[in-house]
């Protein structure tokens, strides 16, 4: 199984920016995925996490900037980010689970790096 991020890049304080992760090597439909945050010398967090019916969930400090979706059909997982803010600065990794509730996860992408500058 791989997990293929992408659209990462460099973009300005109050620009979107929208990344994707395909997933491929795997026969079904994934339970649930997620996408997380490592900033430079912090600790990865988890940025937001949608179940195999496309439930979302996001940490209350990320409400209503950010948006994941997913598309079963194609086994793609989205992060659509709004109002970027120059602490969102981070490499965002997606990940997957054959599970459907997001509680952990044993794929991992690669990682993707977005930089937003102020």
């Known amino acids: 199984v791989q997990l293929q991020a992408s659209g990462g890049g460099l973009v300005q304080a109050g620009e979107s920016l929208t990344l994707s992760c395909a997933a491929s090597g795997y026969s079904r439909s994934f339970g649930a995925m997620a996408w997380h945050s490592q900033a430079p010398g912090k600790t990865r967090e988890l940025v937001a996490a949608i179940t195999d019916v496309g439930k979302p969930t996001y940490p209350n400090s990320l409400k209503g900037r950010f948006t994941i979706s997913r598309d079963n059909a194609q086994n793609t997982v989205y992060l659509q980010m709004n109002s970027l803010k120059s602490e969102d600065t981070a490499v965002y990794y997606c990940?997957?689970?054959?599970?459907?509730?997001?509680?952990?996860?044993?794929?991992w992408g690669q990682g993707t790096l977005v930089t937003v500058s102020s």
């Open positions: 990940a997957a689970t054959k599970y459907p509730s997001p509680v952990a996860y044993e794929y």
